[in-house]
C-alpha cells in the first residue's frame, strides 16, 4: 500500500485547501492508499519561525514526508506564489528531500491571473527539493468551488474532471510503482 502525505499550506481556518486536502484525502483512501495531511498553520509557530529543526513535531511530520511514496501540496496563492507558512515549513524538509517522490502541487486563487505560478513558483521549489516527478498541477479558482467545514463542492463540471483526473493518474503511478517494487 502506497502512502502519501497532503500539505494544507493556508494560515487560515476556515480553509478552501483544507477541504479540497479533506476531499483528496477521502479520494486515496477509497483507492486504498495510506493518507496523512498536514496543516501547516497547526504546525509550532515558533519552530516555524526560527527553523527549528530539532522541533519534536516538525521533525515527526518530516518522517512522515520521508515515509511517503508521494506528495501533494495544495496551498492558496499568495501575492503571486504559494504562502509563506507553506514555505516556512518546506524549508525544513533536508536537500534533496523529494529525491524519490512523486509531487502534485494544487494551487489555489481568487482570480485566474496567476494560474502560471504553479510552472514559475510552485514547481522550481519542488524541483530543488529533489523530485524527479513533478505531475501537472491543478488551479482552481475561487468562484468554482464551495465550502462548507471540510465538504467541498465543485460548482464546476470541468474544474471537478480536471481534479479527478490529476487524482487517477497519481493513484495509477502509485499502484505501478508498487508493482514494480514488489517484483524486485
Ligand atoms: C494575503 C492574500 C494574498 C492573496 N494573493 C493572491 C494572489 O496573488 N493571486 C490570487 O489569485 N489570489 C490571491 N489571494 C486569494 C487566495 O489565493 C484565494 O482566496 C484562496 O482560495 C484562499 O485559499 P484558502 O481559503 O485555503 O486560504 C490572496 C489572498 C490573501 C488572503
Partial sequence: MSSIVIISGSPTKPS????????????????QHQVETINVRDLPAEDLLHANFNS????????????AQALI????????SYTGILKSFLDLIPEKGLADKIVLP??????????????YTFKPLFSILGSQQINS???LVDSQISYQH???????????RRVDTALQQLSNQLIENESGRKQF
Fill in 150 to 160: 471540510l465538504e467541498l463542492t465543485f460548482l464546476d463540471d470541468e474544474i471537478k
Fill in 106 to 119: 494544487v494551487a489555489t486563487g481568487g482570480s485566474f491571473a496567476h494560474l502560471l505560478s504553479l510552472e
Fill in 56 to 67: 519534536v513535531d516538525i521533525k515527526y511530520r518530516l518522517s512522515q514526508i520521508k515515509q
Fill in 16 to 31: 478552501r485547501s483544507e477541504a479540497i486536502a479533506s476531499y483528496l484525502k477521502k479520494y486515496f483512501e477509497s483507492k
Fill in 73 to 80: 501540496v495544495v496551498s492558496p496563492v499568495y501575492k503571486a
Fill in 137 to 139: 498541477g491543478v488551479y
